[in-house]
């Protein structure tokens, strides 16, 4: 009997004993447990479905559909595939939401709009609401992809409106869909849509001085009203005025607000804007206007989605500074965590130029901070840390894992190429890169693309082709060439091709960054952005290797 | 025979042994296989001083005649022998035919030794006292100073009220001549007219009450009754202890009755008659929670038993009334005021082998002796305590009824609905299927019917109710071990656990079933096992255990196991698991014997189950089946604290320290036990840890299988710790006072007081009234969806982790499933889904292209499958009444939201719903010219926009049925899973049917006309349930025969050591 007692003893008191240790061991090291990953290629970045998927999505949010709009809205819709494809095309017409009034206001003379403002209390925060009526609903279009052909689409062939956004609908993968926006006045832009509707948006840059004018525009593509507030942080701190507080964007429609409008946020030569969707989902584009009368005589439009999840790297290909060209590189923290961030500037030509120190800056949260080249600060005859006149790339990374929003802006009074150009950084890195706008017309537009290698070991070999007539065009001195591990190469296409309309895939062995610029010779227009990855292959760059 | 007739003129002053004649007496001897004690008892009785006495034996067809005995003892006795024995009363009645003139009737049992002046005295006091019935003391035939009875009152109710205590040292004290109610039966003086009047004894009863009976009669024919106790008369009790309690008991309940409906006039019988069902209603109440069922039984049967004799009942009252001469009213006062039954009740004398003869007569020593040896008094307050416990923390759930969470669904559908469910050859989960119907459907169906259609109540029976079932089974199971206080302290331990209320708080019906079943599990595989004392190996056996052959533990097995799996389909793969844990106890305690067997009856009683449950049972079995349809689709892993596991904190309940008293009181019998009772502890200790590290293995997703909720896999560590708590508890009453004094008595003491704090937490949580379930459920805030579907019919497609789905389910990805409704919320017959196998997969794969960017038209996709509303709940009831959220993954959450025809509906936090803006109905009229595509499955409907088609055939003519007009060239779509036995018919004329999307149907209308849909089942089905229900009732009625032995308790089949408390109590006597 002692002998049972013990051996039973032992064993029941040994398993029990066991696994609490094994708990205990377990908790100890939590490194077990993954968390997921937000930042995705079609959520963080658009991207295209990959080859076998049922359908793909795209919201195209910004522009004006109407004769003399501010934006003529072009969707441009390139299908590099083997196959012939169908897309759906939903115009959703909208319109301006009207600034807000003063607070007594509770009317206005547009008929389709109301705003309605309480006065603060003691006790509660203020709320004002702006809401747009819903627009009468339109038929979608069908539109026929031919395999390995672009398709552009005037949204104003759909739709009659002040605004207007589209919803592409594609029966099939591999597609890119981007949207083009056009000024009379103030040049051309051009940027993907996106496949994603949102809870937030980032946008780290904006500007609202005196000349400029930031257009946000909100698309709701689904059925039921959404509700958005917006914060910005300006030099003066954080703003979240009237007007854009529960600011209700009706189901189906599209809804445009100037944020530089009274009730919006102030005057400010920089402004950051974060959206907050309460309810529903959004997809929010930015559309920034200069007129040339600022104070730094900045003209040009911009064309550009925000970003929907913020990232821990943000990857810029391309980047250039000389006497009349200036970059600044603005970082954006919508988390709640103070970030603590590196800007790396990798130049071109390593043997030859020493890479400059990385900038180290702490921002705040709901904060911003910028980084610019040339330093204007810097004295005449101080040594310039980033020197003008060589191309590099730069690289934004937290190193404390709070993940920010990067934009960069060119602003160039060059007389070749005048305008400002801005465009988030890329946050994944990928083999494959398409650009659905585009083009070149000898001594008037001029096509750049930019490759970044992601990996820092290995050499990336690519190749481009253009979408021309229907067939594949392997682009001349373009095939299987090499880009060295962290580095980049800068293309002009026009040596390449002469094509006016030219969608391009860039295919490459390894994962890498596309941007595309866009520039009008001579004239006002820039526009910059980084190419679409297909998502297959896709890589979240580590913020301390990568 | 002549006798002298009564002397009407003997002088008042004179003793009568003076008077030249004394009146005849006829002493009337009834044997009845008489034993060694008759020639005594007849030598006594001969042996009488009174002048005039006369003996008539009357043999009541005893074995060996007694003619001869009679003969030796009795020179001059008269013998009369009967063809067989109607019973002592009617026995004595033969004097009524074959005696003519005697004056008294001494009526003698076989068994008694009257003083040689008892007839005298008795004859004397019945002049003295103008008596018509005269009884004399009853004492002890062995120890003559001892008191057996000396007359009794009787209560209205019929309930005897003794005037001494039964074995009280008589001392004279009960001397005084006194008018009582009943005299004792086994010796009594009767006037001969009047006996002859009221008819003699009431021959209705044979035995037990006779005198009771004939004393009644006597009063109402304007009798007096007394006892004369200087007459002393020794007593074996003979006819009693030959009988044995139950059966005695189980008589007098019958005689009780039968002289109440007899003697009792119209309006005496109604104002008595409320008082009698009261008390008999109390009366099975006490003895259900007593674990005594067969004295419920014996309540129950005196009434069915008397039910079936209204005939006789006529006769006597008839009779009654003839010989009438007093009042109700005046007999009731010799009655005792009040209720004795109750007293009896309050002195903890009810239980004890009561009856007349034995149980009443302890009295206050019962009381005593029922605290000294922990008996029934113990039992009964502990009882008392947790019934009080439990209705004070399920006041709301009995009076509000229990919410609509998680698996305790509402029992929306009628009975007649649920028992056509379960007949007809299509079950419409999902996108539906040709599979057999769950078993659930058809038991719920009767028992809905046997609630009288109050499926409300049945619900609240069946949900709350497990909890009370659970803890009777606990109390019974150690019932083997002998000790009371064993069983008190499994009971204790089991209702302290914090597993049921925490299944409750999170809605898990299955729990619930298995931690009602899970003692009974483990009683039946110990008795299979033999081992002692659930059976003789190692040791005797214990009461209530018989040895039975293996056979018949896998048939109660299987009964048991089956009526489980109705609810808790896993169950048949748990009974196994939990014989193999106790088979491993068993090697860990080195003493395996017996563990095979165990094993063998579970596998066979798994067997039984799955046999019972066919055809129900091939979903689970046949090609394309899944392990998730047994177990419920993989949930996100939980909780993987193995301490919280181990306090069984898995809901609101069970934290520390009070969480780890039942583990410290579980603790000692590994530490003071010997023999039986360590080797049971041990085997209980390996069930809990083996469950235990299920348990934990399945939160951490360590398992390669999807598993069931954790409150399932703790069950058989609630029974396993129970269990070896109630072995402590026995091992303290008989190994520790063979230790020395020392640390043992302390580890006892700790560990009673840990049962003791254990308690705390309970009590705690029986405050709320609803053992922390929440005050409300999603079904208000869903209403509309109901609302909506009796207007027209559709799908709700249910997403989210499956312990927050409140219905059956299937899996979609690691801890994300979806399921479907075609009623609007859920209901009972949604929640046992089978396989997904087949068309239902469709909805997965809809989903799936959602969920992986491939669409943002999932509601063009739902469409076609009727989905109107999508609905993922992430709680389990809405704010406020639930803040407990569970996760729905961002990733879902995302997809939905990111669907461009799916419009969210305003519903409060915890739920999320999509209305589908290109919704489908599932009966749809596709206009003539429109032709649905037969290919290209799901996929097929993303570019089409099918939201205008208007509904078809909108009369509902019963289950699966539907008629209305239709034109020619127009189809019917119906959204139901393909199959030919669906069929359309156009006045007569069959339609021709399409499959569109590769998986639905669809008829072309051939002509103008009025169309019926309808499905049409298999013939074998019908013989196939036919067979099954067959096979139900043959097992069971050879359980009951087996088993039972007769008697009443139905479903007691597992039992357990169950009874025989009352034996017990026999031999403490």
């Keep these: ?546 | 025979m002549e006798t002298p007739p009564p002397g009407a003129d003997a002088p008042d002053d004179a003793p009568l042994t003076t008077l030249p004649t004394a009146p005849a007496v006829v002493a009337v001897v009834v044997a009845r296989d008489p034993g060694a004690w008759f020639e005594e008892a007849l030598t006594a009785i001969a042996e009488q001083d009174y002048p005039n006495l006369s003996i008539l034996v009357v043999d009541a067809h005893s074995a060996d005649e007694v003619k001869p005995r009679v003969g030796r003892a009795a020179p001059g006795a008269f013998v009369r022998r009967l063809d067989d024995d109607p019973g002592f009363g009617a026995a004595a009645n033969e004097v009524l035919e074959v005696v003519d003139g005697a004056a008294f009737y001494f009526l003698c049992h076989d068994d008694i030794a009257p003083k040689p002046d008892v007839v005298r005295i008795l004859v004397e006091e019945a002049y003295r006292s103008n008596a018509a019935v005269v009884g004399p003391k009853l004492v002890e035939w062995n120890n003559p100073r001892r008191l057996l009875q000396v007359g009794q009152g009787m209560d209205h109710a019929g309930f005897g009220v003794p005037l001494v205590e039964r074995g009280e040292l008589d001392q004279s004290q009960h001397d005084a001549v006194r008018d009582v109610f009943t005299v004792p039966g086994a010796c009594t003086l009767v006037r001969a007219d009047l006996f002859s009047e009221i008819g003699g004894f009431d021959e209705g009863i044979d035995d037990f009450l006779d005198d009771v009976s004939l004393c009644w009669r006597a009063q109402i024919a304007g009798a007096r009754v007394i006892v004369a106790p200087d007459a002393r008369v020794r007593h074996r009790d003979h006819l009693a202890k030959s009988r044995g309690v139950n059966e005695r008991r189980r008589t007098q309940a019958r005689h009780r009755l039968r002289i109440l409906l007899s003697c009792y006039g119209p309006v005496a019988l109604a104002i008595a008659l409320p008082q009698i069902i009261l008390i008999n209603l109390l009366e099975i109440v006490y003895a259900l929670l007593a674990g005594r069922h067969r004295r419920a039984g014996d309540v129950v049967t005196a009434w069915t038993w008397n039910l079936r004799r209204l005939g006789e009942l006529r006769v006597a009252r008839q009779q009654v009334k003839g010989f009438r001469h007093v009042k109700d009213r005046e007999v009731n006062r010799a009655m005792v005021r009040g209720s004795a039954r109750l007293r009896q009740f309050g002195r903890g004398q009810i239980g004890r082998g009561e009856d007349r003869f034995s149980g009443l007569a302890k009295g206050g020593r019962g009381v005593a002796d029922a605290f000294q040896s922990g008996s029934l008094r113990a039992s009964a307050s502990v009882w008392a305590v947790v019934v009080l416990v439990f209705l004070a923390g399920s006041r709301h759930l009995i009076t509000r009824g229990v919410p609509a969470i998680g698996e305790m669904v509402s029992f929306s559908s009628s009975p007649l609905q649920m028992l056509r469910e379960w007949v007809s050859g299509w079950r419409p989960a999902g996108l539906g299927s040709e599979s057999p119907a769950p078993t659930a459907f058809g038991m719920l169906g009767a028992l809905g019917f046997s609630f009288g259609g109050a499926t409300g109540l049945l619900r609240t029976v069946l949900t709350i109710g497990l909890i009370p079932l659970g803890a009777v089974g606990a109390y019974r199971l150690p019932g083997p071990t002998r000790s009371r206080h064993a069983q008190i302290a499994c009971l204790l331990v089991y209702v302290t656990i914090p597993l049921p209320y925490n299944a409750l708080a999170s809605g898990h019906w299955g729990a619930l079933g298995l931690y009602a079943a899970a003692p009974t599990i483990v009683g039946l595989l110990a008795g299979a096992g033999g081992l002692a004392p659930f059976g003789s190996v190692g040791s005797a056996t214990g009461p209530g255990m018989k040895p039975r052959r293996l056979r018949a533990h896998i048939l109660s097995l299987g009964l048991v196991t089956a009526v489980l799996a109705t609810l808790l389909p896993v169950a048949v793969v748990i009974v196994v698991g939990m014989a193999l844990a106790l088979a491993l106890g068993g090697l860990l305690a080195i003493s395996a014997r017996g563990s095979a067997r165990m094993v063998l009856a579970a596998i066979g009683g798994a067997g039984v189950a799955v046999a019972l449950h066919l055809p129900w049972s091939l979903d689970f079995l046949l090609p394309g089946a899944t392990l998730s349809a047994l177990t419920g689709p993989e949930r996100a892993t939980g909780s993987s604290d193995l301490a919280a596991l181990l306090r069984f904190q898995v809901g609101p309940l069970g934290s520390a320290p009070f969480g780890w008293c039942f583990l410290v009181a579980a603790s000692l019998p590994l530490l003071i036990g010997r023999a039986e009772r360590h080797a049971w502890a041990v085997r209980g200790w390996t069930l809990a840890l083996v469950s235990f590290a299920a348990a934990w293995a399945a939160q951490r997703g360590l398992l390669p299988v999807s598993m069931p909720p954790v409150e399932v896999l703790l069950a058989p560590a609630a029974v396993g710790l129970a269990l070896a708590a109630a072995m402590g508890v026995a091992a303290f009453e008989v190994d520790l006072p063979g230790y020395r004094f020392g640390w043992r008595q302390i580890a006892s003491g700790l560990a009673a007081a840990a049962v003791v704090v254990g308690i705390v937490p309970v009590l705690g949580a029986s405050f709320d009234g609803r053992w922390s379930m929440p005050a409300g459920d999603h079904r208000r805030t869903l209403s509309f969806i109901d609302a909506e579907n009796d207007a027209e019919p559709f799908r709700v497609l249910w997403v989210g982790d499956p312990s927050a789905l409140p219905l059956g389910s299937w899996r979609l990805d690691d801890g994300l499933a979806y399921g479907t409704t075609d009623r609007g919320t859920a209901g009972v017959e949604d929640l046992w889904v089978g396989s997904d196998d087949g068309p239902t997969r469709l909805i997965a794969d809809a989903l799936d292209l959602a969920r992986t960017g491939q669409t943002a038209r999932l509601g063009r996709l739902l469409a076609p499958m009727g989905v109107r509303y999508l609905v993922v709940p992430a709680s389990l009831a809405p704010a406020p009444f639930s803040s407990t959220v569970i996760a729905v993954p961002a990733s879902l959450t995302a997809t939905l939201a990111a669907q461009l025809d799916l419009a969210p509906v305003d519903v409060p936090a915890g739920l999320t719903v999509y209305r589908n803006e290109a919704f489908v109905p599932p009966l749809a009229e596709v206009a003539a010219g429109r032709t649905l595509p037969t290919e290209g499955g799901i996929a097929a409907a993303l570019p089409l926009d099918l939201s205008t088609l208007p509904p078809a055939l909108p009369n509902d003519e019963g289950f699966l049925r539907w008629s209305g007009p239709v034109e020619a060239g127009t189809s019917v779509f119906l959204s139901a899973a393909s199959s030919d036995r669906w069929r359309l018919e156009v006045d007569g004329q069959l339609a021709e049917r399409t499959v569109p999307f590769d998986w639905a149907n669809a008829y072309t209308v051939p002509a103008d006309g009025n169309a019926t849909l309808g499905f049409r089942t298999s013939p074998l089905r019908y013989g196939v349930l036919l067979l099954q229900a067959l096979a139900w009732l043959w097992v069971l009625r050879l359980l009951l025969r087996r088993r039972l032995n007769g008697r009443v308790a139905a479903l007691a089949i597992a039992s357990v050591a169950d009874e025989d408390h009352d034996e017990d109590d026999e031999a403490e006597r």
């Design chain 1, 1 to 546: 009997m002692r002998g049972s007692r013990a051996t039973s003893l032992a064993i029941l008191s040994g398993v029990l004993a066991g696994g609490l240790v094994l708990q205990a061991a377990d908790r100890s090291n939590p490194g077990d447990t993954e968390v997921a990953d937000a930042v995705t290629a079609g959520t963080a970045i658009p991207a295209a479905a990959p080859p076998g998927s049922l359908t793909s999505t795209w919201y195209c949010a910004g522009g004006s559909a109407t004769k003399g709009g501010v934006a003529d809205h072009v969707l441009l819709i390139a299908n590099p595939t083997d196959e012939d494809r169908t897309a759906t095309v939903t115009a959703i017409a909208g319109d301006f939401a009207p600034p807000a009034v003063i607070p007594d206001s509770t009317t206005t003379d547009d008929p389709a709009a109301t705003t309605t403002t309480t006065a603060p209390t003691t006790t509660t925060a203020p709320t004002t609401t702006t809401t747009t009526e819903a627009p009468v609903p339109v038929a979608p279009t069908v539109v026929d992809l031919p395999a390995h052909s672009r398709v552009e689409l005037a949204v104003s062939d759909l739709v009659d409106a002040p605004l207007a956004g589209a919803i592409v609908e594609v029966d099939g993968g591999q597609v890119a869909v981007e949207h083009q926006v056009t000024s009379a006045e103030d040049g051309r832009a051009t940027a993907p849509c996106s496949t994603t509707a949102a809870t937030s948006w980032s946008f780290p840059w904006g500007v609202t001085a005196l000349g400029a004018r930031e257009l946000l525009v909100f698309m709701n593509p689904f059925p039921e009203d959404a509700s958005l507030d917006v914060v910005f942080a300006t030099d003066e701190g954080a703003r979240e005025p009237l007007r854009f507080r529960n600011f209700v964007v009706p189901g189906r429609s599209v809804v445009g607000a100037y944020v530089d409008d009274p009730g919006g946020a102030q005057r400010n030569e920089q402004v950051s804007a974060q959206v907050n969707v309460r309810s529903g989902h959004l997809v929010v584009d930015r559309i920034q206007i200069f007129g040339g009368d600022d104070e730094d005589d900045r003209e040009g439009i911009t064309l550009g989605l925000g970003a929907p999840v913020p990232a821990e790297t943000w990857i810029f290909p391309d980047g250039y500074i000389s006497e009349g060209i200036r970059q600044q590189l603005v970082v954006f923290n919508p988390s709640e965590a103070v970030a603590e961030v590196e800007v790396e500037i990798r130049l071109d030509d390593p043997e030859t130029n020493p890479a400059p120190e990385p900038f180290e800056i702490t921002v705040l949260p709901g904060r911003f901070a910028i980084v610019e080249l040339p330093d204007p600060l810097a004295g005449p005859d101080d040594p310039p840390r980033v020197p003008l006149g060589v191309a590099h790339s730069s690289i934004v990374r937290s190193l404390n894992g709070v993940p920010i929003a990067a934009e960069r802006v060119v602003i160039s009074s060059d007389g070749a190429t005048l305008g400002v150009g801005a465009t988030l950084g890329s946050p994944v890195i990928a083999p494959t890169w398409y650009f659905a706008g585009g083009g070149i017309i000898e001594g008037e537009r001029e096509e750049v693309l930019t490759l970044f290698n992601g990996s820092v070991d290995e050499i990336a070999t690519f190749s481009v082709i253009g979408l021309v007539d229907g067939q594949p065009l392997a682009l001349p001195d373009l095939q299987d060439r090499e880009i060295p591990p962290g580095g980049r190469i800068s293309l002009r296409l026009s040596e390449h091709t002469d094509r006016a309309s030219l969608a391009i895939v860039v295919e490459a062995d390894g994962p890498i960054v596309a941007e595309r610029g866009l520039y009008r010779v001579n004239g006002r227009g820039i526009s910059q952005s980084i190419g679409i990855p297909l998502a297959v292959d896709v890589v979240v760059p580590d913020p301390v290797e990568g």
